[in-house]
């Protein structure tokens, strides 16, 4: 598999953050190389570098086959697993973009990505998009709605400022300001949490949702928020990106499932991305997109449809 050398650098309310990935595939002999903005260097997958499978070519649905294109939903604020880089600064980039160039390859599509606003996309699948891929933690409310296709582990992550200034206790945030990205799964936590500090006579918590983690992060470095609260695998980036403003407050928690999203009425086409993802781990593609961008832990045995969850 050859990958494509690249650096980038993004910018949100006059914020420069710049994003990196420091573990590096040794492809120099099938890479080029691009700089923006100085940046460090990461690796984006080349998806001509990945093989058509006959059997899961012909599994997809005629109307998406037709015209050879995966239309992908995602919402490109939430590096390193979506976000705008490469030399004209609109490239989509990350660890998902990387997975679904290389499951639309595999199928002998080529993903063709819309950028949306998270909240959007569940709801607009299959009139107008036939995939969602932007980090969705699999809950069993979107199970109502969509289908899924495991392919990752997440977690979520409460981050606040360096060395934790307003002494900030996750499990006791009553009367705080945190921040959340609009529509995911640690707003609706977050927002629980708020229901039972008013359940216990205590303050609610003030929950700003915005809709880009980008901005998110940015409110919390200029002392606009208490916290943020993100899945585990952004959170941890903004804290490593943010040249040392910023830092995880206590572990991970709520370990959970990530998910591919498909309309619910296309199960068939859930089964033809599950059946390329669990191909892409056989031979390895999988595992060298995320150690190329440092996610091996987030690494799933097998993708499933549906998979069982315990998270509402």
């Given at each position: 598999?050859?990958?494509?050398?690249?650096?980038?650098?993004?910018?949100?309310?006059?914020?420069?953050?710049?994003?990196?990935?420091?573990?590096?595939?040794?492809?120099?002999?099938?890479?080029?190389?691009?700089?923006?903005?100085?940046?460090?260097?990461?690796?984006?997958?080349?998806?001509?570098?990945?093989?058509?499978?006959?059997?899961?070519?012909?599994?997809?649905?005629?109307?998406v086959r037709a015209d050879g294109i995966l239309t992908v939903a995602t919402d490109p604020t939430y590096a390193p697993a979506e976000f705008l880089g490469?030399?004209?600064?609109?490239?989509?980039?990350?660890?998902?973009?990387?997975?679904?160039?290389?499951?639309?390859?595999?199928?002998?599509?080529?993903?063709?990505?819309?950028?949306?606003?998270?909240?959007?996309?569940?709801?607009?699948?299959?009139?107008?998009?036939?995939?969602?891929?932007?980090?969705?933690?699999?809950?069993?409310?979107?199970?109502?709605?969509?289908?899924?296709?495991?392919?990752?582990?997440?977690?979520?992550?409460?981050?606040?400022?360096?060395?934790?200034?307003?002494?900030?206790?996750?499990?006791?945030?009553?009367?705080?300001?945190?921040?959340?990205?609009?529509?995911?799964?640690?707003e609706t936590a977050v927002r629980k949490q708020s229901d039972d500090c008013v359940a216990s006579a205590k303050p609610a918590i003030e929950v700003l949702?915005?809709?880009?983690?980008?901005?998110?992060?940015?409110?919390?470095?200029?002392?606009?928020?208490?916290?943020?609260?993100?899945?585990?695998?952004?959170?941890?980036?903004?804290?490593?990106?943010?040249?040392?403003?910023?830092?995880?407050?206590?572990?991970?928690?709520?370990?959970?499932?990530?998910?591919?999203?498909?309309?619910?009425?296309?199960?068939?086409?859930?089964?033809?991305?599950?059946?390329?993802?669990?191909?892409?781990?056989?031979?390895?593609?999988?595992?060298?997109?995320?150690?190329?961008?440092?996610?091996?832990?987030?690494?799933?045995?097998?993708?499933?449809?549906?998979?069982?969850?315990?998270?509402?």
């Amino acid at each position: 598999m050859c990958l494509k050398k690249v650096q980038i650098m993004q910018k949100r309310n006059g914020l420069a953050l710049v994003l990196a990935a420091s573990i590096a595939l040794s492809v120099a002999s099938c890479t080029t190389s691009q700089q923006v903005g100085g940046a460090t260097s990461t690796e984006s997958l080349d998806p001509a570098s990945v093989s058509r499978d006959e059997q899961i070519s012909a599994s997809v649905p005629a109307d998406v086959r037709a015209d050879g294109i995966l239309t992908v939903a995602t919402d490109p604020t939430y590096a390193p697993a979506e976000f705008l880089g490469g030399a004209d600064g609109q490239t989509p980039m990350g660890f998902d973009i990387d997975i679904a160039n290389a499951v639309a390859a595999r199928m002998g599509l080529k993903a063709e990505f819309q950028n949306a606003d998270f909240a959007n996309i569940l709801p607009s699948l299959g009139p107008k998009y036939d995939l969602g891929v932007s980090s969705f933690t699999v809950t069993s409310t979107r199970l109502k709605a969509v289908n899924f296709v495991s392919y990752l582990a997440g977690g979520t992550q409460w981050v606040v400022q360096k060395d934790n200034p307003k002494k900030v206790d996750s499990k006791n945030a009553c009367g705080l300001k945190i921040g959340v990205e609009t529509g995911t799964l640690q707003e609706t936590a977050v927002r629980k949490q708020s229901d039972d500090c008013v359940a216990s006579a205590k303050p609610a918590i003030e929950v700003l949702t915005l809709t880009n983690q980008t901005d998110v992060t940015t409110r919390l470095i200029n002392g606009g928020l208490d916290a943020f609260v993100a899945m585990s695998a952004a959170a941890g980036y903004a804290v490593s990106e943010t040249g040392g403003r910023l830092e995880p407050l206590g572990d991970a928690i709520d370990p959970s499932l990530v998910g591919i999203a498909v309309a619910k009425d296309n199960e068939p086409l859930a089964t033809a991305v599950a059946a390329a993802v669990n191909s892409l781990i056989a031979d390895g593609t999988y595992g060298n997109i995320l150690k190329a961008w440092g996610q091996e832990k987030t690494a799933l045995d097998k993708a499933e449809v549906n998979p069982p969850t315990t998270i509402q």
